[in-house]
């Protein structure tokens, strides 16, 4: 009982009960993401409300701070699959955009990209924040902002991205005292596996039909 009861104390804390909420929500998003399912688009607008005074809290600044792009990013992408289902052509006017791999000629332009927003981040966390882990909080920030274009585009290859950053994630959220996060982005890394292969299978199948 006085083990129960502690659980129910140490999730009664703000930040824990954040962590926990949070994690519930992001599976539903990695569920929705597997699937290749539109509503993932709204379920990550409803998510950085909640991510954002949870990163807050933790001192993880450049994360706070994306979370106003991730609703950005959100409301385009769903308007970008929404809109792509009336793109389809000869009688079939209502195809699903298509899942398709990353574009050879643009990896160096995303390279590029990314660098320059890990640096940038970096050099405002330095400058702007107290942040204890400025380089590691600016990493999976940069990277989330390619991962997030991608999955935009529908790129298959975004699960990779999301790969390396969940594990670098999972690290930094167990260091930040959020293990609730920690153990949903170690689940994520699993995950992007999963999902890249999930995601293979179905562009199979779209090319097949």
Request: glycine residues 6%.
């Amino acid at each position: 009982m006085t083990y129960i009861t502690d659980i129910l104390q140490w999730l009664g804390q703000p930040l824990h009960l954040l962590d926990a909420f949070s994690t519930l929500l992001g599976l539903l998003y990695l569920y929705l993401e597997y699937k290749a399912n539109i509503w993932l688009w709204l379920v990550s607008i409803v998510m950085p409300a909640v991510h954002s005074v949870l990163y807050l809290k933790a001192g993880l600044y450049a994360d706070f701070g994306m979370e106003f792009f991730y609703v950005a990013v959100a409301v385009y992408g769903f308007l970008s699959w929404k809109l792509g289902k009336h793109k389809g052509s000869g009688h079939d006017k209502k195809a699903a955009v298509p899942i398709t791999h990353f574009p050879r000629r643009l990896v160096g332009a995303t390279v590029a990209a990314f660098v320059a927003l890990w640096a940038g981040i970096y050099l405002l966390l330095v400058e702007v924040t107290n942040s204890t882990v400025p380089l590691y909080d600016a990493f999976t920030t940069a990277l989330s902002i390619i991962a997030y274009w991608a999955l935009a585009k529908k790129y298959a290859e975004q699960w990779l991205l999301w790969l390396v950053v969940d594990a670098v994630c999972t690290v930094l959220y167990f260091y930040k005292s959020i293990p609730f996060s920690a153990s949903l982005y170690g689940f994520y890394t699993v995950m992007a596996v999963v999902g890249y292969r999930k995601w293979l299978r179905l562009m199979q199948e779209q090319q097949a039909q």
